[in-house]
């Protein structure tokens, strides 16, 4: 079965730095690029950060450059996200997502699938 | 950044309703369109990939269709378990965004 498991979220003070870790299992974990979403308590997704297979290539929403890091390792199917300097505005549900996809001749078409549980973080203080 | 508008935000029908959701681009993205279902307290799940490539295991009864700016989802029977939010998102560039979501309500 392929599964995402997220752990890491808890409360923190603004200004604090927390660390999530989403564990894969079920496929080849290196041979995708991975994601985090979040999600704002009653709001709409928000895609957060993603990584090439092998960590070379890393993206951002503005929002979040130069606080959040996204890496992996894998070796144990593992993705992580680097949170620090914390804001109110960045409590949410936190998820992992395997970016599935195929390419047809030069195109190559990616979604979001499967999705892990989600961790809930909460700044505040 | 390429912004997505869903519409209506929210809408009540019937079971057995026909239902149309439509997902707005704020520039062309071809048929890099995705749609996605999430039931309160769970992770979203993809119905739809590449504007109107069926999901395996998910029901015939949904349907994608639109390229360019302009896309629909269409749900031909609503059943009770289609209750729930209903997500675009584009996958044309970085970073990836979504609509805001439309609610699918029970009248």
């Known amino acids: 079965e392929v599964q995402l498991v997220e752990s890491g979220g808890g409360l923190v003070q603004p200004g604090g730095s927390l660390r999530l870790s989403c564990a894969a299992s079920?496929?080849?974990?290196?041979?995708?690029?991975m994601s985090w979403v979040r999600q704002a308590p009653g709001k709409g997704l928000e895609w957060v950060a993603n990584?090439?297979?092998?960590?070379?290539?890393?993206f951002y929403v503005d929002d979040v450059k130069g606080r959040f890091t996204i890496s992996r390792d894998n070796a144990k199917n593992s993705l992580y996200l680097q949170m620090n300097s914390l804001r109110a505005e960045d409590t949410a549900v936190y998820y992992c997502?395997?970016?599935?996809?195929?390419?047809?001749?030069?195109?190559?078409?990616?979604?979001?699938?499967?999705w892990g549980q989600g961790t809930l973080v909460t700044v505040s203080s | 950044d390429i912004q997505m508008t869903q519409s209506p935000s929210s809408l009540s029908a019937s079971v057995g309703d026909r239902v149309t959701l439509t997902c707005r681009a704020s520039?062309?993205?071809?048929?890099?369109l995705n749609w996605y279902q999430q039931k309160p307290g769970k992770a979203p799940k993809v119905l739809i990939y590449?504007?109107?490539s069926l999901q395996s295991g998910v029901p015939s009864r949904f349907s994608g269709s639109g390229s360019g700016t302009d896309f629909t989802l269409t749900i031909s029977s609503l059943q009770p378990e289609d209750f729930a939010t209903y997500y675009c998102?584009?996958?044309?560039?970085?970073?990836?965004?979504f609509g805001q979501g439309t609610k699918v309500e029970i009248k």
């Open positions: 079920g496929f080849t974990f290196s041979t995708n690029w």
């Open positions: 990584i090439k297979e092998d960590g070379s290539e890393k």
């Open positions: 997502a395997r970016e599935a996809g195929y390419c047809s001749g030069v195109r190559c078409y990616f979604w979001f699938d499967p």
């Open positions: 520039q062309r993205i071809s048929n890099y």
């Open positions: 998102q584009q996958s044309y560039s970085t970073p990836r965004t």
């Open positions: 590449a504007a109107s």
